[in-house]
């Protein structure tokens, strides 16, 4: 197989796996930020945080069509939070395991999948961007941003490698 195809496939799976860790990093840095947050909100008005769980389920206004909720509320897709310790955990596992496939089983069908799954990822990133921005969150809003160049990158280059001709394997005599 040629270097360059070698180099590529390379370059797809770290772009996957940066985009996890950062993704891992964005997430977190997100619930220490709601944490911060709560904490000042507590101490200004002796709310204690128990009490706005309570009634925020009582009153719950997350929507589960995931369009984007208000500023402060976790938005949902189908009823779900793609925040949820779940979902990261299977996030990176998917950008793990597909990093790992396109390094060890370059075949064109792996390309393709992994240049629609990074596509999929850019997507909600780009949700996550304007969720970011409309909170006036700029460091968030900056960090998922370079989560989406990473997976539109991881994706391009995936479905260029997928393009280009697949060479014969040869059978030894």
């Given amino acids: ?26 997430v977190g840095a997100e619930r220490n930020r709601h944490t911060d947050v709560e904490a000042a909100a507590t101490a200004e008005n ?14 719950s206004t997350h929507d589960p069509g995931g369009e984007a909720a208000e500023p402060g ?22 950008s793990a395991v597909l990093a790992a496939t396109v390094v060890l089983r370059p075949l ?6 992994v240049a629609v799954v990074a596509l999929a990822f850019a997507v909600l990133d780009t949700v996550e961007i304007i969720r970011q921005a409309q909170e006036a ?4 809003s900056v960090l998922v941003a370079l989560v989406a160049l990473a997976h539109i990158t991881a994706a391009g280059g995936a479905a260029f490698a997928a393009r280009r001709p697949v060479p014969a394997t040869t059978m030894p005599a």
Avoid at 11 to 25: C, D, K, M, Q, S
Avoid at 46 to 59: C, D
Avoid at 137 to 140: D, K, Q
């Fill in 73 to 94: 509320e976790e938005w949902r897709i189908a009823g779900l939070n793609p925040e949820g310790p779940g979902f990261v955990v299977l996030g990176v596992l998917i």
């Fill in 46 to 59: 002796g709310e204690s945080a128990e009490h706005r769980a309570e009634e925020a389920t009582r009153g």
């Fill in 108 to 113: 064109r069908a792996v390309l393709v999948v």
């Fill in 1 to 26: 197989m040629p270097a360059t195809t070698t180099r590529l496939r390379w370059l797809i799976a770290a772009l996957l796996l940066v985009g996890a860790t950062l993704f891992a990093v964005g």
């Fill in 137 to 140: 969150n700029t460091g968030l």
